[in-house]
């Protein structure tokens, strides 16, 4: 379903991480996973994901500020990128929260694979393959 999806994943957690990375990569997709939203940025500088997905509570730099920042390095660009939030904060203020700052949807953990995937699918619009 996410063949060819080149997916950029950031949580702090090993596990999470791993996790995702293994779901993702059984969908399909490509997966890079860093640990930080520093490592984030790096990667973002580089290269151009289908997708990004973030775990909000993260040390150092949060979520939040992470896809604020991306805004602002493609606010002169005609994509930015789609972006899920992955987060244990599953109140709506926490949603709302997740929106304001750019992404495109709230996931609340621990998410069931098959939501995962089909979120990404959707937010790309491959929708119609699942």
Known sequence: ?????????????????????????QAGAMVTAVTSAKE???????SEP?????DIGMPEMDGYMLMRQVKALQANQAKQIPAIAL??????????????????????KPVEPDELVKAIATLIGRSGNV
């Open 1 to 25: 379903m996410l063949a060819g999806t080149q997916i950029l994943v950031v949580d702090d957690d090993d596990d999470t991480r791993d996790f995702h990375t293994f779901v993702l990569e």
């Open 40 to 46: 984030a940025l790096q990667v973002l500088a580089e």
């Open 50 to 54: 289908d997708t990004l997905l973030s």
């Open 87 to 108: 987060t244990a904060y599953a109140g709506e203020i926490n949603q709302q929260q997740a929106l304001e700052s750019g992404f495109q949807k709230h996931l609340s």
